[in-house]
């Protein structure tokens, strides 16, 4: 076989797959497109928390779960264990508690995860 013969069906489907390719790039796009006349929705000024369920992060990284749930999420972390420590390197902090609870409703931020150092339990700790 030589590398004519070779690349004869190598090229043959490279062309049918061009000209696939530029036949669905004609064809229109069904969807409506929004004109000019159409205002754009304006964001109130209070928005409200976009309705979504908890996840169950206990037991979980807190830095981990705050990557989770995005940037658009206001998230506080507390320290449950009862020492009153701040949370500097959230890596660092293990979940307890949610507020609210696991597959609950988030209807208010900020979202608040009681934590304690990943070394220590969870046992006896609250979130108030």
């Known amino acids: 076989m030589t590398i004519r013969e070779f690349l004869r069906p190598v090229l043959a489907v490279a062309l049918l797959a061009s000209l696939s390719a530029c036949a669905e790039a004609s064809t229109p796009d069904p969807r409506p497109t929004a004109t000019s006349a159409t205002p754009a929705p304006s964001k109130p000024a209070n928005p409200q928390p976009v309705t979504a369920v908890m996840m169950d992060l206990i037991g979980g990284n807190a830095g981990r779960a705050v990557e989770q749930m995005g940037p658009d999420t206001e998230v506080?972390?507390?320290?449950?264990?009862?020492?009153?420590?701040?949370v500097e390197d959230p890596v660092e902090w293990k979940i307890c508690h949610t507020r609210p609870g696991p597959n609950q409703?988030?209807?208010?931020y900020p979202v608040i995860l009681?934590?304690?150092?990943?070394?220590?339990s969870c046992a006896g700790t609250a979130l108030k």
Do not use: C
Request: no cysteine.
């Open 76 to 86: 506080t972390l507390k320290d449950v264990s009862g020492k009153g420590r701040s």
């Open 114 to 120: 009681g934590v304690v150092r990943v070394a220590e």
């Open 105 to 108: 409703q988030i209807t208010d």
